[in-house]
């Protein structure tokens, strides 16, 4: 994204969003303030009362407004704008100012942004921060911006926009992150270091051959570092196992309300799948939550999905990978990581905690599960050498089959593991 624009009710917080950004990313971000609101304070308007010489104003400074966007676009920042003339239109719409129009100040050929951004709290809450702010001059009562809101929607609407939905009721630090997660922000770290890293990432092998560690240990590196070695971007993990857990629950209420189970069974305290129609289902699930990340190719900048699921038997991977999207496929390599079945069920035992049996670290497989489901399975079959591709609904996709054993806790001498088998990969993704 070069050009995002953050709208959202007064006191949403987004001229505190854009300072900061520009505050601590001062080699990326262009901040641009609300045009409507700069010019308010420059020229000792009235917001409400001198509306034939506040449209007057914009007119005449949107030229050179959009001029400033368009050579920071050009020199490579990301700009980010507070509000937009799409705002100002909803308002004068509501408040019966007929001396503004969006579509005589705005043409086909101004900067249009790459995102909208609106940050979203209660109209209540905003009345409520208006009032602590004490800036009284800008204060907006909450019939009208009910009003303005829906106003802005059918402006969006009209113009083909689809904002992306932030909720800015919640702590300062969570609201932030999720905006720098959506821009691509990551602090710290180059954007030539994170145009290098790997879009989606499939994690796969058997039960407990270290893939859920793998996640662990790249979460616990600086994220340059994590970027530069390893090639993965800060990143947002995919793992099908909750989705499998929540339906053993499920099928625990059907039976405590005396129905039959549905797609499992109870087996030495833990669960079997009986269904072996689940495993697909998991795979359309992992499309689903995957599909808004991907639907948009920028969204997911300077960002890696990683993508983590066992499978087993005869064709348990040429199934399983078959169903995933062409969305993940078009974008992903493959990391396999390889133990034997006895190694995968000794780890299995080693890290099973009852009390925390649903913990991706912490759960197991029964052994009837792990012989009649992960006893083979047909990597060896369909990804022969160590490395090379595989074609999956006519898309080419990297691998790397990592051997995982023996079992090492040695941060150095994993770095170096998952390194060798990375780099490769890598390389083979980019080309």
């Not at 609300?34 to 010019?39: G, R």
């Not at 969204?299 to 991977?317: D, K, M, N, Q």
Request: hydrophobic letters at 40%; proline letters at 5%; glycine letters at 6%.
């Amino acid at each position: 994204m070069r050009y995002v624009v953050i709208e959202g009710l007064p006191a949403a917080g987004k001229s505190e969003v854009v300072e900061l950004l520009a505050r601590f990313y001062p080699e990326r971000v262009r901040a641009f303030p609300e045009l409507v609101k700069q010019i308010v304070l420059e020229r000792g308007l009235d917001l409400f009362a001198d509306r034939a010489e506040l449209s007057a104003a914009i007119a005449a400074a949107w030229p050179t407004r959009k001029a400033a966007i368009r050579e920071a676009v050009a020199a490579g920042a990301l700009c980010v704008e507070e509000s937009h003339l799409g705002v100002h239109y909803a308002y004068s719409a509501v408040l019966g100012d007929a001396s503004f129009t969006a579509e005589d100040t705005l043409d086909e050929r101004d900067p249009r942004p790459d995102a909208v951004i609106r940050l979203d709290i209660p109209i209540a809450l905003s009345v409520k921060r208006q009032c602590a702010r004490g800036t009284h001059r800008f204060d907006v009562d909450g019939k009208t911006l009910t009003a303005m809101l829906d106003r802005l929607d059918r402006w969006h609407e009209d113009r083909g926009n689809t904002p992306i939905h932030i909720d800015a009721d919640r702590p300062a630090r969570v609201v932030i992150e999720e905006i720098e997660r959506t821009l691509g922000l990551t602090y710290g770290v180059s954007p030539d270091v994170l145009d290098e890293t790997f879009d989606v990432l499939l994690l796969l092998g058997r039960p407990a051959s270290g893939k859920s560690e793998f996640i662990d240990f790249m979460q616990n590196l600086p994220a340059a570092r994590r970027a530069e070695r390893f090639r993965i971007a800060p990143f947002d993990v995919f793992d099908d196992f909750p989705i499998l857990w929540e339906v053993f629950e499920e099928d625990d209420i059907w039976e405590a309300l005396g129905r039959d189970r549905l797609h499992s069974k109870r087996c030495n305290g833990n669960y079997a799948v009986v269904d072996n129609g689940l495993w697909n289902f998991l795979i359309e699930k992992l499309n689903q939550q995957t599909a808004a990340v991907l639907r948009e190719s920028e969204i997911v900048h300077h960002r890696t999905l990683i993508i983590e699921f066992s499978r087993g038997g005869a064709s348990g991977y040429t199934e399983a990978l078959s169903h995933l999207s062409p969305a993940i496929l078009r974008r992903a390599a493959i990391l396999y990581f390889d133990v034997s079945f006895d190694e995968s069920w000794r780890r299995n035992i080693a890290r099973y905690d009852e009390k925390r049996r649903s913990g991706l670290l912490t759960h197991s497989v029964p052994h009837e599960e792990m012989e009649r489901t992960y006893g083979a399975d047909d990597w060896a079959r369909i990804a022969g050498d160590a490395q090379g591709t595989i074609e999956i609904r006519g898309v080419s996709i990297p691998y790397a089959t990592m051997g995982n054993e023996p079992e090492f806790t040695d941060p150095i001498a994993l770095g170096e593991r998952y390194a060798s088998a990375l780099r490769p990969l890598y390389d083979a993704w980019r080309s």
